[in-house]
């Protein structure tokens, strides 16, 4: 079945950049039938959606992180990938990856996510 | 865009039924079809429970259940369990074709 695994560091300096990759397994991530999701939790809070992409390469994000991140995919790898600049302690979470089907706005597929911490 | 608003925690007995709330806006929960509801155990990923409103995924027990009535929606588990002892999220599309999720609620088996 698919799966999505998340990977990259646990630990950023604040004002660097954040880069995660998810890759999809088992699956296409060129598939037409998806989008696919960024999704946080800072430790003991609650879930935020960061933004998302269609194979095509056509994004959406959250208009309060929008100016500092970027969402791209890579095909050829079967990955999509995170980049959030300038990062503070705030950004601190868990960072799930997770697909959507095309025409609907729930998430039916997670991956495990990944404990991101800011600090120096 | 700001969070859905949901009840920090809620708690029943075994057997018992509990609603948790999640109240939006019109350009929201209350102008479309597209709430969703999470259940999360501690340590581990969402996991979907009910879509579009009031739709339960395969393999979801019919013992949840949801609802809406204006910017209000709602999640319905019956015949509680202690496996239900856990964080519930709900979620919905907005006018800005964006999503956000609720401020979550604690569901505690007493």
């Known amino acids: 079945q698919v799966q999505l695994q998340e990977s990259g560091p646990g630990l950023v300096k604040p004002s660097e950049t954040l880069s995660l990759t998810c890759t999809v397994s088992?699956?296409?991530?060129?598939?037409?039938?998806?989008?696919w999701s960024w999704i946080r939790q800072p430790p003991g809070k609650g879930l935020e959606w960061i933004g998302q992409i269609y194979y095509s390469g056509s994004t959406n994000c959250n208009p309060s992180l929008k100016s500092r991140v970027t969402i791209s995919v890579d095909t050829s790898k079967n990955q999509f990938s995170l980049k959030v600049s300038s990062v503070t302690a705030a950004d601190t979470a868990v960072y799930y990856c997770a697909r959507r089907t095309l025409g609907y706005w729930y998430f039916d597929l997670w991956g495990r996510g990944t404990l991101v911490t800011v600090s120096s | 865009q700001s969070a859905l608003t949901q009840p920090a925690s809620v708690s029943g007995s075994p057997g018992q039924s509990i609603t948790i709330s999640c109240t939006g806006t019109s350009s929201d929960v209350g102008g479309y079809n597209y709430v969703s509801w999470y259940q999360q155990h501690p340590g581990k990923a969402p996991k979907l429970m009910i879509c579009d409103v009031s739709n339960r995924p395969s393999g979801v027990s019919n013992r949840f259940s949801g609802s809406k009535s204006g910017n209000t929606a709602s999640l319905t588990i019956s015949g509680l369990q202690a496996e239900d002892e856990a964080d519930y999220y709900c979620?919905?599309?907005?006018?800005?074709?964006?999503?956000?999720f609720g401020t979550g609620t604690k569901v505690t088996v007493l």
């Open positions: 088992g699956g296409s991530v060129s598939s037409g039938s998806y989008y």
């Open positions: 979620s919905s599309y907005t006018s800005s074709s964006t999503l956000v």
